[in-house]
Nanobody
């Protein structure tokens, strides 16, 4: 089992940057694949980026080249660096942890990212 707490969201102007953090506790962090999802108003939750337990990242086409996912197993933390932010990136961003054999993935509470002038 794992508990997840996101932080780092806020208000930023178009073209700006943010770094989101997700701190995990309660289990062996390094055994989980981690992900970031987002949900914009009136939209379904969508995958933004995932990173395997081995550190291999994959990205949605809409953020590829602008966002970077990383993890620090020593700190039990996964990060999402958001660069060149656009208004369409506005959403609540959620951290996710998943491991083969678990009945359900784990979710954090979310952190709001707002991109506006």
């Amino acid at each position: 089992q794992v508990q997840l707490v996101e932080s780092g969201g806020g208000l930023v102007q178009p073209g700006g940057s943010l770094r989101l953090s997700c701190a995990a506790s309660g289990s062996i962090f390094s055994s989980y694949a981690m992900g970031w999802y987002r949900q914009a108003p009136g939209k379904q939750r969508e995958l933004v980026a995932v990173i395997s337990s081995g550190g291999i990242g994959n990205y949605a086409d809409s953020v590829k080249g602008r966002f970077t996912i990383s993890r620090d197993n020593a700190k039990n933390t996964v990060y999402l660096q958001l660069n060149s932010l656009q208004p369409e990136d506005t959403a609540v961003y959620y951290c996710n942890a998943r491991r083969v054999g678990d009945q359900f993935p784990y979710w954090g509470q979310g952190t709001q990212v707002t991109v506006s002038s």
